[in-house]
């Protein structure tokens, strides 16, 4: 569709090393994954990560605007003052069923363009779930050497974000 193989074979001896020909190659870093167990019922969990509008209370500086007509499609607010982010969402897929979930949500820009997604999954204690949240989102119009910043920024933001949520919800 993009014009991009949809397969890609990289040869690297170290994550760097493969990161940097990614990069290269498509002019975006991409993120890995994010791991989190969350200390909450999968079923606890997966409602407040569907909880477009309750983001707000655990993502810094961010508020949510869900639209009232349909509620797959949603915009998150993020910064201070005047200013802010505009990342306008659109939830593609949603299911849960027997503590295990999974969500698509695209990425429609202004500031982000692309996907993210996460899985629900029980954790090996009760009470626990594994959380595992990936996005493949490229800003537009960044200059392709801020990508790993802007990259390793976003990925302590996950991180906080999901602490958050599990104190916060």
């Not at 960044?142 to 104190?167: Q, Y």
Request: net charge neutral; proline share 8%; charged share 20%.
């Amino acid at each position: 569709e993009d014009g991009l193989p949809s397969l890609w074979i990289i040869v690297g001896h170290t994550l760097q090393e493969l990161t940097r020909k990614l990069q290269k190659l498509v002019g975006v870093t991409p993120s890995p994954p994010l791991w989190s167990l969350v200390r909450r019922e999968p079923a606890e969990a997966w409602r407040r990560l569907v909880d477009w509008r309750g983001h707000g209370r655990w993502v810094p500086f961010t508020r949510v605007d869900v639209n009232a007509s349909d509620p797959t499609y949603f915009v998150a607010w993020t910064g201070v003052g005047p200013l802010q982010l505009e990342d306008r969402m659109h939830a593609l897929e949603q299911r849960f069923a027997d503590g295990e979930g999974f969500c698509r949500v695209a990425k429609l820009g202004p500031t982000l363009v692309g996907e993210a997604s996460f899985t629900v999954t029980p954790g090996i204690e009760a009470g626990t779930t594994l959380v595992q949240w990936h996005e493949d989102v490229s800003v537009p119009r960044l200059p392709g050497f801020l990508a790993p910043v802007v990259g390793w920024f976003s990925g302590k933001a996950f991180e906080l974000s999901l602490a958050r949520m599990v104190t916060r919800g």
